[in-house]
Nanobody
Framework: QVQLVESGGELVQAGGSLRLSCAAS????????MGWFRQAPGKEREFVAA????????YYKDSVKGRFTISRDNAKNTVYLQMNSLKPEDTAVYYC?????????????????WGQGTQVTVSS
């Protein structure tokens, strides 16, 4: 089992940047697929990005490609989401998720472990 704690969310102006962090407990962090999801008010939770155990494979939601970068440091049990050129439509609670699977999945149902979320607000 793994426990996840996100940090780094805050209020930022459009065009700005933020880096979210997700610290994981447990000695088997490197075995987990890690994902970032987000949920805006009144909307369903949606996939943002995911990364495999080695960091060699990544996937992104189309609307964030070229602006967001997911990465991980297995020595620090941490996954990151670097967000550049932020837009007001990126405003949401961002969640870190983990799955002990061999493949990357883009659906939230594939991830049994979740953090509490961190609020990102982008002002226009």
């Amino acid at each position: 089992q793994v426990q996840l704690v996100e940090s780094g969310g805050e209020l930022v102006q459009a065009g700005g940047s933020l880096r979210l962090s997700c610290a994981a407990s447990g000695r088997t962090f490197s075995r987990y697929i890690m994902g970032w999801f987000r949920q805006a008010p009144g909307k369903e939770r949606e996939f943002v990005a995911a990364i495999n155990w080695s960091g060699g494979s990544t996937y992104y939601k189309d609307s964030v490609k070229g602006r967001f970068t997911i990465s991980r440091d297995n020595a620090k049990n941490t996954v990151y989401l670097q967000m550049n050129s932020l837009k007001p439509e990126d405003t949401a609670v961002y969640y870190c998720a983990a799955a002990n699977t061999a493949s990357i999945y883009l659906t939230s149902s594939a991830y049994p472990y979740w953090g509490q979320g961190t609020q990102v607000t982008v002002s226009s």
